[in-house]
């Protein structure tokens, strides 16, 4: 008995379906890492502008509020607000990165009783 000439117009498929597609693998420790970079990379802008904000408040000689309010607002700027707009865009880094600068900005607010985020400007004076 003779087996049958393969038909020509027949396309091979593989015998249990097509392939699956690759592992996409979690997107957590990527958070995560990036998270603590955040945190690291606010607490390096948070030392910057608060060195800054300590002289130019201790060195004018009228009013202090002034350099006080500019680096909250720049803190705030940088820790709540850039922290917010990559959360928004829901990628993976930048989804860490941005709570990263959220967390950081709330721990030194918390740790150092609004001194290093300018919300406690009482200090200042």
Do not use: E, K
């Amino acid at each position: 008995m003779s087996m049958p000439p393969p038909d020509p117009n027949h396309r091979w498929q593989p015998p249990y379906g097509p392939p699956p597609p690759p592992p996409s693998g979690s997107s957590t420790g990527v958070v995560v890492a990036l998270a603590f970079a955040g945190l690291a990379l606010y607490s390096v802008v948070n030392v910057i502008v608060g060195f800054f904000v300590f002289f130019a408040a201790m060195g004018s000689n009228g009013s202090n509020i002034l350099p006080v309010v500019a680096g909250t607002a720049v803190l705030a700027l940088v820790g709540l607000g850039a922290g917010i707009a990559l959360v928004i865009i829901r990628q993976p880094w930048t989804r860490g990165l941005g709570l990263g600068l959220m967390i950081g900005w709330a721990l030194w607010s918390i740790l150092s009783a609004g001194i290093c985020t300018g919300l406690n400007p009482g200090l200042y004076a």
